[in-house]
């Protein structure tokens, strides 16, 4: 495998229109995530208790005929005859929009408040949370695939390469853990974690459970590759030549079996994501202030705050999106790959 | 072929005993156990706590506990759910049948619309129609099942008719017997076709494949050469052919459907396994947890045993014996 036939693997790659475009999409949502604290309006613990579930605010570019900077009307929180919550426009005052202030691209005057995707149960701005989210969800699942590649890259090149016993045991520890429906090992797992641990603590555990789920099935894909590649003559040479087991693992065949584990690690990221999400939704993963995207969803869970609030399944959105963009750029690397591999 | 589902079960069985002793480790190792609760309730006293210690060695090192544990399950005896206050064989009973009332349903859901899908599009393969078909599996493959399900239930609740959530509506002790069966099949619509839906993507697209692969064949341009009707040549020739490799896959669907319809149960609030894990999981309800993770891990096995003996019965090239 030369450097021309990778680039020429890129290149079919980039003919992909489907898969540049999700590359693309992918970059925004990382971008997202990287300038959070600029793009969103507010930190994601910031809370207005007065403005519970409170709906989009609207910017308003024209005061009557006449074009002004943007501004924005507060609202206020009243009961109607039904003696239902509803948010009236008080239309008395305006309040500007400040443009990069305070390290932050938006903001309006303490007592409005500048909702632009609607506001959650204790009246945090979902877009500032889903922004903060983003670093959470779509760091989890990189993360936790890196982990469990370079455990699945060890084992499955190891069974791969000596067989016989080794192969029969590590490949029966694989079985183990594909065995147990992922969703529930999960759980089991999560069991195991204090409840008193703080969030960064939870995400490592959170990371390490993902990955311990995800090895085995990289590690079996891996060690099938192995297979075929250590009857290759330049394994033999390198053989004869006394470079150590390791070493013939590590540099000569790990390294061709690479370009196809890209394919299969881009679409674990996405069942990655697709995980944490779960985790987090049933009130397990990621605990509440810190936002990701599937805590952020919990809330849905109940279809009341659902219908009086529609905009809490945004976040949904955007898992569906990552996990979309991570399958179609998974696809399309492998279709690219795949030429090589039939030699 | 006998000795070979054997040799699965002793290597199973082994499997089994590995897993069920990781979660009950797992389990044990965790700070704070369900009489941790029971000993701040002011309603139970101390020595009744003590006595239910002692009856289910919960002082007894951890190996001796598993062993314990074991031996009782050999026997039939699953143990207490601290939580329900009742044995656990009498939850889970219910719940299993629960879950595999919605499996099933989806999965005869997923079969009866994938396939014919899959044949479809696999005779217009790369017109207009295929291609809105293949987009559509690409985007329902991608959309979280409990994001999904919140999102129909939502809908739901906006055009009525259908209830939202749980498996029973309240009137339904009073019910007729067709009374009974009509309720619950109106509570399993949702549940059960958002369960489908990304199972049946795939199924979808993978038929497509196979149906492809099988009509380049060259048998499939011999029966055309000698002039039989095109329907013979794809419903009897092609189809038959194309159809083999999917038997495997109903074993794994089985199986994967019992872990994926987990997340859709909790936010639908049907009353199955998964809904149940979480709750004993939450309470720290070791014996239910155990139970109903070996429980999955059976109907897992005998999932891929039944697909293996499936593939044999369909496909008489397959031997295990060489």
């Given at each position: ?22 590359l693309?999409?992918?970059?925004l949502?990382?971008?997202l ?78 007592p ?70 992922g ?74 079996t ?5 394919a ?44 009086f ?35 | ?30 700070p704070g ?14 020595e ?12 007894d ?38 879950t ?30 295929d ?11 991608s ?24 498996m ?20 399993l ?12 993507a795939?199924?979808?697209?993978i ?35 194309a ?80």
């Amino acid at each position: 495998m030369n450097n021309s036939r990778i680039s020429l693997a890129f290149k079919s790659f980039r003919q992909n229109r489907m898969a540049m475009i999700c590359l693309w999409v992918l970059g925004l949502l990382y971008g997202l995530a990287i300038f959070a604290d600029l793009i969103s309006p507010y930190s994601y613990a910031d809370e207005d208790r007065n403005f519970s579930y409170c709906p989009p605010t609207s910017i308003e570019f024209f005061d009557g005929p006449k074009i002004v900077p943007p501004f924005v009307y507060q609202k206020h929180l009243t009961f109607d005859a039904m003696h239902r919550r509803v948010f009236v426009v008080d239309r008395s005052q305006k309040y500007p929009l400040h443009f990069l202030r305070g390290g932050r691209l938006i903001q309006v005057d303490a007592p409005a408040r500048l909702y632009l995707w609607g506001a959650d149960a204790r009246g945090r701005d979902l877009f500032s949370r889903i922004c903060y989210g983003a670093r959470i969800s779509l760091s989890i699942g990189l993360i936790g695939v890196a982990i469990s590649f370079i455990f699945g890259l060890l084992i499955g090149g190891m069974a791969g390469f000596y067989g016989g016993w080794i192969d029969g045991i590590l490949m029966r520890v694989c079985e183990m853990f594909m065995m147990v429906p992922g969703f529930y090992l999960m759980l089991a797992l999560r069991a195991a974690v204090p409840e008193n641990f703080n969030s960064v603590q939870v995400y490592i555990s959170v990371v390490l459970i993902l990955a311990l789920i995800g090895w085995a099935s990289l590690a079996r894909i891996i060690r099938g590759m192995t297979l075929s590649l250590r009857e290759r003559d330049y394994v033999l040479a390198a053989k004869t030549f006394g470079v150590s087991d390791l070493g013939i693992i590590c540099k000569h065949i790990l390294p061709q079996t690479v370009s196809y584990s890209l394919a299969t690690l881009m679409l674990s990221v996405s069942s990655y994501i697709l995980a944490e999400a779960g985790l987090s939704m049933v009130g397990l993963g990621i605990q509440d202030p810190v936002p990701s995207w599937g805590n952020l969803l919990s809330n849905a869970m109940e279809i009341v705050p659902v219908i009086f609030a529609p905009w809490i399944l945004l976040p949904g959105l955007f898992i569906f999106m990552a996990v979309m963009c991570f399958n179609v750029i998974g696809d399309a690397l492998r279709d690219a790959f795949d030429p090589m591999f039939q030699d | 072929m006998f000795k070979h589902i054997l040799q699965r079960l002793g290597s199973t069985i082994l499997l089994l005993l590995a897993v069920s002793f990781l979660t009950f480790w797992l389990m044990r190792a965790t700070p704070g156990n369900f009489f941790d609760s029971l000993r701040l309730n002011p309603q139970i006293s101390q020595e009744m706590v003590e006595r239910y210690e002692k009856l289910y060695h919960l002082k007894d090192p951890l190996l001796v506990q598993y062993g314990h544990w074991l031996v009782n399950i050999l026997h039939g005896e699953w143990g207490y759910s601290f939580y329900y206050n009742v044995p656990v064989t009498h939850v889970l009973g219910t719940r299993l049948f629960n879950t595999f009332i919605l499996s099933f349903t989806s999965l005869l859901l997923t079969w009866s619309l994938a396939i014919p899908l899959g044949i479809w599009a696999s005779l217009r393969a790369n017109q207009w129609g295929d291609r809105l078909l293949s987009l559509f599996s690409f985007a329902a493959l991608s959309v979280p099942g409990f994001f999904l399900a919140v999102l129909v239930l939502y809908i739901a609740s906006l055009v009525g008719g259908l209830p939202l959530g749980g498996m029973h509506s309240p009137g339904y002790d009073e019910m007729s017997f067709f009374g009974k069966v009509w309720d619950t099949l109106l509570h399993l619509i949702i549940p059960a076709s958002v369960l489908s839906l990304s199972s049946m993507a795939s199924l979808q697209r993978i038929m497509r494949g196979n149906m492809l692969g099988v009509l380049r064949q060259q048998y499939i341009l011999a029966a055309r050469a000698k002039g039989l009707p095109e329907n013979l040549v794809i419903y009897r020739h092609a189809l038959r052919n194309a159809f083999n490799p999917l038997v495997t896959l109903l074993g794994y669907e089985f199986a994967s459907l019992l872990s994926g319809a987990a997340l859709v149960e909790i936010v639908c609030s049907w009353p199955g396994l998964g809904s149940l894990l979480l709750t004993a999981v939450r309470a720290k309800d070791i014996y239910l947890v155990m139970s109903s993770t070996l429980l999955a891990g059976v109907l897992l096995i005998v999932g891929n045993i039944l697909a293996d003996i499936l593939l044999v019965l369909v496909d008489p090239r397959i031997r295990y014996e060489q």
